[in-house]
C-alpha cells in the first residue's frame, strides 16, 4: 500500500482548523517532567483525509541542535492538549529524551521515519496494518477532546 500524501497546513489554502478545535500553532509543548521542549511551529496534515497527523514543533534553542536539527514530528495522539493554558503536553518525552528522539527535515515523510518516532515515543508501530494511520498515536480527537468548544 502506498503511504498517504502528508502536507504542511499552510502550504493548503482550502484548508483550516476545524471549528471546535484550537489552532495550536505557537503554544509551548512540554514534555512529561513539565519543561518546555519548544513550540507548535506547523501542522502536517493529511489532505485526503482531512486529518491533522502530526505536529511539527521547533525545539527551544537551549538543546544547542543545529538549523537543520532543530525540528522534530509528533503523532498528534501522543501529545494531549492543557485545559486552560495554551500548552501541548507530550507524556513520553522529557528535556533528556528529546535529544534521542528522531529529528526532522522538511524532506518526505517515509514509513521507516514514522516508525523511528513511534520507537521513540516507546509506542508498538503495526505496520503490516494497512491503516497506519488508525493507531491510537494518530487519533487527533485524544489530543483535541479536552478543549473542544460544547
Given at each position: 500500500?502506498?503511504?498517504?500524501?502528508?502536507?504542511?497546513?499552510?502550504?493548503?489554502?482550502?484548508?483550516?482548523?476545524a471549528?471546535?478545535?484550537?489552532?495550536?500553532?505557537?503554544?509551548?509543548?512540554?514534555?512529561?517532567?513539565?519543561?518546555?521542549?519548544?513550540?507548535?511551529?506547523?501542522?502536517?496534515?493529511?489532505p485526503?483525509?482531512?486529518?491533522?497527523?502530526?505536529?511539527?514543533?521547533?525545539?527551544?534553542?537551549?538543546?544547542?541542535?543545529?538549523?537543520?536539527?532543530?525540528?522534530?514530528?509528533?503523532?498528534?495522539g501522543?501529545?494531549?492538549?492543557?485545559?486552560?493554558?495554551?500548552?501541548?503536553?507530550?507524556?513520553?518525552?522529557?528535556?533528556?529524551?528529546?535529544?534521542?528522539?528522531?529529528?526532522?527535515?522538511e524532506?518526505?515523510?517515509?514509513?521507516?521515519?514514522?516508525?523511528?518516532?513511534?520507537?521513540?515515543?516507546?509506542?508498538?508501530?503495526?505496520?503490516?496494518?494497512?491503516?497506519?494511520?488508525?493507531?491510537?498515536?494518530?487519533?487527533?480527537?485524544?489530543?483535541?477532546?479536552?478543549?473542544?468548544?460544547?
Amino acid at each position: 500500500m502506498e503511504t498517504p500524501v502528508l502536507r504542511r497546513l499552510r502550504d493548503l489554502t482550502d484548508f483550516e482548523v476545524a471549528d471546535g478545535n484550537p489552532d495550536v500553532r505557537g503554544w509551548t509543548v512540554r514534555g512529561s517532567d513539565g519543561q518546555a521542549l519548544g513550540t507548535v511551529f506547523e501542522l502536517i496534515v493529511e489532505p485526503e483525509a482531512m486529518k491533522v497527523r502530526y505536529l511539527d514543533v521547533e525545539l527551544d534553542s537551549r538543546f544547542n541542535l543545529n538549523d537543520h536539527e532543530n525540528h522534530i514530528l509528533l503523532p498528534i495522539g501522543a501529545a494531549a492538549l492543557d485545559e486552560d493554558g495554551d500548552n501541548v503536553f507530550v507524556p513520553a518525552l522529557n528535556a533528556e529524551s528529546v535529544l534521542n528522539y528522531p529529528h526532522y527535515v522538511e524532506v518526505q515523510i517515509t514509513r521507516e521515519y514514522e516508525e523511528a518516532m513511534l520507537r521513540a515515543l516507546g509506542k508498538e508501530s503495526t505496520t503490516a496494518n494497512p491503516r497506519f494511520y488508525e493507531q491510537d498515536s494518530f487519533d487527533a480527537d485524544s489530543f483535541y477532546n479536552r478543549r473542544r468548544a460544547s
